[in-house]
């Protein structure tokens, strides 16, 4: 299994302003993936975070919005760039081994955008 | 393009009784099925994997079926307590735009009454 933290678990900003979240997990991984959560709502696929590449972004998502970083096996970031109130969810980071390997989910980061 | 429906969205049942959680998919061509429980305001926590070979995973109170030529799968929970309540996902993982992917339904809501 994999333990995975994220930073901040939570945080309210003002409109236009931009996060940054951190998700580090204990071990190496294959695969990383950021999930966005809205209120009441179910999970939705943000982007693959590719090691030394560019990330891989899902229908509907941009880089210039959702930057993330991926600069090792252990660590990702996700930046929610120039945000509005629609911004708010909870921001989960995801990890995987192989494709037949359990998918592990991060506590999340819970965004309030005012 | 994959689509994962629950039912129901939401079952309140009282302590003791045994129940099933029902998930149906769209498309057969499935890795796996994962099914995970989130507490409000939580991450995920894994509950069971079932690869698309296999028809049954059980851990503990929990037996996860799956059949996959329906595209059906079902959560058991025996002998149900207060502590089960929360919300449980069922995600699929399949191919689509180029890369694997975990595909999620929107959840059923449980509450278990003492």
């Known amino acids: 299994s994999a333990v995975i933290s994220q930073k901040p678990s939570r945080d309210i900003c003002q409109r236009g302003t931009s996060l940054t979240i951190q998700c580090q997990v204990d071990?190496?991984?294959?695969?990383m993936f950021w999930y966005r959560q809205q209120p009441g709502q179910s999970l939705t696929l943000i982007a693959t975070a590719n090691q030394g590449s560019e990330a891989t972004y899902e229908s509907g998502f941009v880089i210039d919005k959702f930057p993330i970083s991926r600069p090792n096996l252990t660590f990702s970031t996700l930046t929610v760039s120039n945000m509005s109130p629609e911004d708010s969810s909870i921001y989960l980071c995801?990890?995987?081994?192989?494709?037949?390997?359990?998918?592990?989910f991060g506590p999340g980061t819970r965004l309030t955008v005012l | 393009k994959q689509e994962v429906t629950q039912i129901p969205a939401a079952l309140s049942v009282p302590e003791g009784e045994n129940l099933v959680l029902n998930c149906s998919f769209t498309d057969s061509a499935i890795y796996n099925l994962q099914w995970f429980r989130q507490d409000p305001g939580k991450g995920l926590t894994s509950l069971l994997l079932i690869q698309s070979s296999q028809r049954e995973q059980t851990s503990g109170r929990l037996n996860a079926s799956l059949d996959k030529s329906s595209g059906r799968s079902t959560l058991y929970i025996a002998a149900s307590q207060p502590g089960d309540s929360a919300t449980y996902l069922c995600?699929?993982?399949?191919?689509?735009?180029?890369?694997?992917?975990?595909?999620f339904g929107k959840g059923t809501k449980l509450t278990v009454n003492p």
């Open positions: 071990s190496q991984v294959t695969m």
């Open positions: 995801s990890v995987s081994g192989r494709v037949s390997d359990t998918q592990y």
């Open positions: 995600a699929v993982r399949h191919f689509q735009g180029g890369s694997e992917k975990l595909v």
